[in-house]
């Protein structure tokens, strides 16, 4: 069966601090990947998403980048946090082709100090 | 781009009770998702569900895709069920574009 693994599941870094966070899939291939933000009491918001190695496509400018390395891993990353880079982070996957469910991974709840 | 609102915002029911949630749309969708965030943040998809009726347990949905709608019951709802509902769609041949949106929620509280 398919998993997601994303960590750590919580983060605390001081402003400037550069940012990584992993996503890994499990189980499946070439699966498009996406990260979302999530600010407290919010809604979602996609940050990227991913079809495939070293395709990456923003949906919001910011302070933040993505990568897909391998197939199966998802990289979200920063060179300076802000402040306002503080919220719930949360890769998720689908099955590719046309309509298929997505899947979350835990999330990681980052906090800028 | 499509619009997806969730009603009511919030809820607060007794346990045992029985909840509707609701999800209207804006346009023609030919992918629609239920998902249930728990207290600690954890999201889980409940229901792919682009048309029709789909039951798992005590949850149920139905879309009728038609009409721009969809509904997920709760039947005999548990303190387990709180949480934040959510509701995402993708709109029919957004060539290019085939991500879900989601709607703001509907917050679930359960009350021993």
């Known amino acids: 069966s398919q998993t997601i693994h994303q960590w750590p599941a919580t983060l605390v870094q001081p402003v400037g601090s550069p940012l990584s966070l992993e996503c890994t899939v499990e189980g499946t291939s070439n699966p498009n990947l996406y990260w979302y933000r999530q600010a407290a009491g919010r809604g979602l918001q996609l940050l990227f998403y991913s079809v495939g190695i070293g395709q990456i496509s923003s949906e919001v400018p910011q302070n933040l980048s993505a990568s897909r390395p391998q197939d199966r891993q998802f990289i979200l990353s920063s060179k300076k946090l802000l402040l306002s880079d503080s919220g719930f982070y949360l890769c998720?996957?689908?099955?590719?082709?046309?309509?298929?469910?997505?899947?979350f991974g835990n999330g990681t709840r980052l906090t800028v100090t | 781009g499509i619009q997806v609102e969730q009603s009511p915002p919030d809820l607060i029911l007794q346990e045992g009770a029985n909840s509707t949630l609701r999800c209207n749309f804006s346009?023609?969708?030919?992918?629609l998702q239920w998902f249930h965030q728990n207290p600690w943040g954890q999201l889980i998809n409940l229901f792919y569900?682009?048309?029709g009726t789909k039951q798992n347990g005590r949850l149920s949905a139905t879309t009728v895709a038609t009409e721009r709608y969809s509904l997920l019951y709760i039947s005999s709802s548990q303190t387990t069920d709180s949480g934040v509902y959510f509701c995402?769609?993708?709109?029919?041949?957004?060539?290019?574009?085939?991500?879900?949106?989601f709607g703001t929620g509907t917050r679930l509280t359960i009350i021993p």
């Open positions: 346009d023609s969708v030919n992918n």
């Open positions: 998720a996957w689908e099955t590719a082709g046309y309509n298929s469910p997505l899947h």
């Open positions: 569900i682009p048309s």
């Open positions: 995402a769609v993708v709109k029919f041949r957004d060539f290019g574009n085939e991500k879900l949106t």
